[in-house]
């Protein structure tokens, strides 16, 4: 079992960075592939980005790579999402999410077990 909770979310404007961060409980941190999703109003939640357990193994939407950067510290049981050049289309509740790395990792939400209660992210133009 693993508690996620995200922070670091507010609004920006188009061009601006953010970085997410996403605290676990736990002493396992480096035994989950973490994610980041997206959902924004009226559409369904969508990937965004996933990192393996020890960090080596990275994994972007087509939307965010290049301008996205997800990484990971095992000491402090932390994820992070490096946004940059955000963009109107950015705009959505983001959410982490976990699963085991002896799970194949995929891109659909209904691949994680373990959800944060995500953090919005505004962007204007």
């Known amino acids: 079992q693993v508690q996620l909770i995200e922070s670091g979310g507010g609004s920006v404007q188009a061009g601006d960075s953010l970085r997410l961060s996403c605290a676990a409980s736990?002493?396992?941190?480096?035994?989950?592939?973490m994610a980041w999703f997206r959902q924004a109003p009226g559409k369904e939640r969508e990937f965004v980005a996933r990192?393996?357990?020890?960090?080596?193994?990275?994994y972007y939407a087509d939307s965010v790579k290049g301008r996205f950067t997800i990484s990971r510290d095992n000491a402090k049981n932390t994820v992070y999402l490096q946004m940059n050049n955000l963009q109107p289309e950015d705009m959505a509740v983001y959410y982490c999410?976990?699963?085991?790395?002896?799970?194949?990792?995929?891109?659909?939400?209904?691949?994680?077990?373990?959800w944060g209660r995500g953090i919005q992210v505004a962007v204007s133009s």
């Open positions: 736990g002493r396992t941190f480096s035994s989950y592939t």
């Open positions: 999410a976990a699963q085991s790395v002896a799970v194949a990792p995929g891109t659909s939400r209904y691949d994680y077990n373990y």
């Open positions: 990192i393996g357990g020890s960090g080596r193994s990275r």
